[in-house]
DNA sequence: CTCGGTTGGAACGGCACCGTCTCAACGCTG
DNA sequence: CAGCGTTGAGACGGTGCCGTTCCAACCGAG
């Protein structure tokens, strides 16, 4: 291509301290009023600058959170290594709940997984950089707990995770409230248990003749009170 | 007071059908762009009538989302009591997954509950909505299995319910993907196992000091200690 | 039947943001 | 050290929303 013209250099180069303090500034814009806010004229306000140098670099908003997003994604985060179940799954909840008690992280983190939602890129970028980041922490350690024989092969591993991480994402971005001390102790014991228990396994309720529980007719079917009309 | 005035009435009174217009339209609304980008515009616009008609209801993007989402609480969520912590938490986990699988209700939800992260108003009245329309339904299922014996009166039912709600919940709103058959029986059985391990108690993992858990008075105040946004 | 009082709808000025464009300043490359 | 080429900053027209004001239509109380 055109590369006889000679490289770009001196004040021609995109400065680098500009752009940490426009990372800043989005992160801070995303946790005080969210992704549906957020403006590119208050970021380039808040970083002290002007919106071309937001523009030259992004082209718009959603390129610009998709990236600070995969770059923060790349933060290594420590992988517990230590050779039993349960304490890789308390170094794992010592781990998730430092990271979401940080102020920016517990504020975008939820924003940013509603807005995912709705909006397929970042719902993409999410998962790419969860899953780039160490293809699932959660995912490693439930493979060598099997490798060690502390875990059923046949375990449901979706299920696993959900196990593991819901509880404590649950209680720091939802319910918000104080952990008690020990909670995550316990927590981490509490899961190692029913993740060893036998139910984990998929072949287990279904001897002969099946339709256990065939829809809950127990309950309503289908919430029919629901105010809202379900065809737009 | 002034009564003496004769009663507005004929044309002088709200139209109702125009009232569950934009109610439904503000439902539909934050499913498609949020909270934060909702608009009376918007609103009034998909709804078909004028901005006037919502002004005169609510007379802010707050009240009028508060309202809505006060009353969509009043939801008589069917209460699960079939004697068995087992069956009612099974019930339990099928009620969630159908109001989850709803499609404004999935979209929502976390939106609602991201927002309530940084505007008290929202947060309050979100668990004013969720606790007065059965005072948490998983405080009762636990309460009834104390009583029964099938629990321990001294589990931390704080942490029971993070076990109980997380999972799921994370599945159906975060990691969004589809739940094998067999899924809500095995986390209910699961689950359930867990509640019933004497992991659950307290005094576990003390064995010197006791640590009397000084924070736990009969009824919360109103968990007070808010992480309002600090020195950015 | 009359008309009071409120309704829904539209128009209005103001404001924030969008995305583009122009322009002086700048510092390294050659 | 000269000047190239990009930089950061501000200005600009366009758009969407806010919250208010104005007005004709309307229906039932009296």
Redesign the interface.
């Known amino acids: 291509m055109t590369q006889n013209k000679r490289a770009p250099a001196g004040a021609a180069v995109l400065r680098g301290d500009i752009t940490s303090a426009l990372r800043a500034a989005v992160m801070?814009e995303l946790?005080?009023?969210?992704?549906?806010?957020l403006s590119i004229e208050r970021v380039a306000r808040r970083a002290g600058v002007g919106k071309t140098a937001v523009y030259r670099r992004w082209g718009s908003k959603l390129a610009m959170v998709l990236d600070i997003v995969s770059e923060l994604a790349v933060h290594k985060m420590p992988l517990p290594d230590t050779g039993s179940l349960h304490d890789d799954l308390e170094i794992l909840l010592q781990i998730v709940n430092q990271v979401l008690q940080h102020?920016l992280a517990?504020?975008v983190v939820?924003?940013l997984?509603?807005?995912a939602?709705?909006n397929p890129q970042i719902a993409e970028t999410l998962q790419a950089a969860l899953r780039a980041n160490q293809r699932n922490v959660a995912d490693l350690i439930l493979g060598r707990a099997i490798e060690r024989g502390e875990l059923s092969p046949g375990i449901?591993t979706?299920?696993a995770?959900?196990?593991i991480?819901?509880?404590?994402?649950?209680?720091l971005?939802?319910?918000?409230?104080?952990l008690?001390?020990?909670?995550l102790?316990?927590?981490a014991?509490?899961?190692t248990?029913?993740l060893r228990?036998e139910?984990?396994s998929?072949p287990?309720?279904?001897p002969a003749a099946p339709a256990?529980?065939p829809a809950?007719p127990?309950?309503?079917p289908?919430?029919p009170?629901?105010?809202?009309?379900?065809t737009?």
């Open positions: 801070q946790a005080e009023v969210g992704y549906g806010r102020r517990a504020q939820p924003d997984l509603a807005e939602a709705r449901d979706d299920a995770v959900d196990l991480i819901g509880p404590l994402y649950w209680r971005a939802i319910s918000r409230t104080r008690p001390s020990g909670y102790p316990r927590l014991a509490v899961t248990a029913a228990s139910l984990m998929p287990v309720p279904k256990p529980k809950a127990v309950v309503a289908a919430t009170a629901d105010g809202a009309p379900v737009a």
